[in-house]
C-alpha cells in the first residue's frame, strides 16, 4: 500500500490524504475475519505518517477498536501532511 498512499501524497497538492487500511487480507477462518494484529497495522500506518503522507488515519474491513488504538498511539507523534487546509479550524474560529 505504501508506494500508492506515497504517490497520492505527491500528486494531490493541497488536498488531505485519509487513509484506513483492512487489517491484511480477509482470512474465513480469523475471529475478526483478517489476520493483521493491532501492532503491524499500527507499525505501517507510523511509516506512512512519520514519511508525511497522512492527514487523517482509520481502518476499514477487520480494524478492531485495538486496532486503532494502535494506530492512534503509532501516529500521534507526527504532523499532518502540509496541505493547506484548516479543516474545521475556521468553524472554531468563526
Known amino acids: 500500500?505504501?508506494?500508492?498512499?506515497?504517490?497520492?501524497?505527491?500528486?494531490?497538492?493541497?488536498?488531505?490524504?485519509?487513509?484506513?487500511?483492512?487489517?491484511?487480507?480477509?482470512?474465513?477462518?480469523?475471529?475478526?475475519?483478517?489476520?493483521?494484529?493491532?501492532?503491524?497495522?499500527?507499525?505501517?500506518?507510523?511509516?506512512?505518517?512519520?514519511?508525511?503522507?497522512l492527514n487523517i488515519a482509520g481502518g476499514c474491513c477487520g480494524t478492531t477498536p485495538a486496532h486503532i488504538a494502535a494506530i492512534a498511539q503509532n501516529v500521534s507523534a507526527y504532523k499532518p501532511r502540509a496541505c493547506g487546509h484548516k479543516f474545521f479550524s475556521a468553524l472554531v474560529d468563526a
Open 1 to 53: 500500500m505504501r508506494p500508492y498512499v506515497e504517490e497520492l501524497a505527491k500528486a494531490a497538492g493541497d488536498t488531505a490524504i485519509s487513509c484506513y487500511p483492512n487489517a491484511g487480507l480477509p482470512n474465513p477462518m480469523s475471529d475478526t475475519g483478517f489476520d493483521e494484529t493491532p501492532e503491524v497495522t499500527g507499525r505501517l500506518m507510523k511509516e506512512f505518517a512519520a514519511s508525511g503522507f
